[in-house]
T-cell receptor
Framework: GAVVSQHPSRVICKSGTSVKIECRSLDFQATTMFWYRQFPKQSLMLMATSNEGSKATYEQGVEKDKFLINHASLTLSTLTVTSAHPEDSSFYIC?????????????FGPGTRLTVL | GENVEQHPSTLSVQEGDSAVIKCTYSDSASNYFPWYKQELGKGPQLIIDIRSNVGEKKDQRIAVTLNKTAKHFSLHITETQPEDSAVYFCAASGSTGGFKTIFGAGTRLFVKA
């Protein structure tokens, strides 16, 4: 149980285009989903927290108009990187916390590697 | 806010030896401490966790200890195997900050065959 999937696993795009990444909880309902980015050999940096049916809460320094997050259902959250630039190239990872789960317990997706040319 | 420090950043052990990774946290309100293993190009995988009402927890070759007074917790891997080689992250969460999980910087573990 507690499986989280991400799609796509890898994406290459041209500078200026937008990219959408999907995060799905496959066998549980996720009331809260988190989006992280990770640069090579570094730790996970929390970008935003999204609760189903409400606006995402962004961490300081993360542009909400550039990283659009939608959590429309209890099993799906999407992150759209708008007008992507090479500096947005990174490993993006989502995680989900379900209803009835122990406090704090999160399960991570496999990540999406974004390369912006 | 919460701050989690993790040591060492790199750890190399011989197969069969034990590995210990240590973390400290700053927020006394933190009460949930998970450990994640991340292999290259993959997302983190929860390997063990401990809550503040417990001092120690063990799962086969993996154990975690928690000292709330000192605000530190440790991961112990016994009888290490080459497949244990990965990056390990400790983390802490609690009511402060809405139960956000704060990660340590990570420890790159190499197990030499």
């Amino acid at each position: 149980g507690a499986v989280v999937s991400q799609h796509p696993s890898r994406v290459i795009c041209k500078s200026g285009t937008s990219v959408k990444i999907e995060c799905r909880s496959l066998d549980f309902q996720a009331t809260t989903m988190f989006w992280y980015r990770q640069f090579p050999k570094q730790s996970l940096m929390l970008m935003a927290t999204s609760n189903e049916g409400s606006k995402a809460t962004y961490e300081q320094g993360v542009e909400k108009d550039k990283f659009l997050i939608n959590h429309a259902s209890l099993t799906l959250s999407t992150l759209t990187v708008t007008s992507a630039h090479p500096e947005d190239s990174s490993f993006y990872i989502c995680s989900a916390r379900g209803t009835g789960r122990g406090q704090g317990e999160q399960f991570f997706g496999p990540g999406t590697r974004l390369t912006v040319l | 806010g919460e701050n989690v420090e993790q040591h060492p950043s790199t750890l190399s052990v011989q197969e069969g030896d034990s590995a210990v990774i240590k973390c400290t946290y700053s927020d006394s309100a933190s009460n949930y401490f998970p450990w994640y293993k991340q292999e290259l190009g993959k997302g983190p995988q929860l390997i063990i966790d401990i809550r503040s009402n417990v001092g120690e927890k063990k799962d086969q070759r993996i154990a975690v200890t928690l000292n709330k007074t000192a605000k530190h917790f440790s991961l112990h891997i016994t009888e290490t195997q080459p497949e244990d080689s990965a990056v390990y992250f400790c983390a802490a969460s609690g009511s402060t900050g809405g139960f956000k999980t704060i990660f340590g910087a990570g420890t790159r573990l190499f197990v030499k065959a």
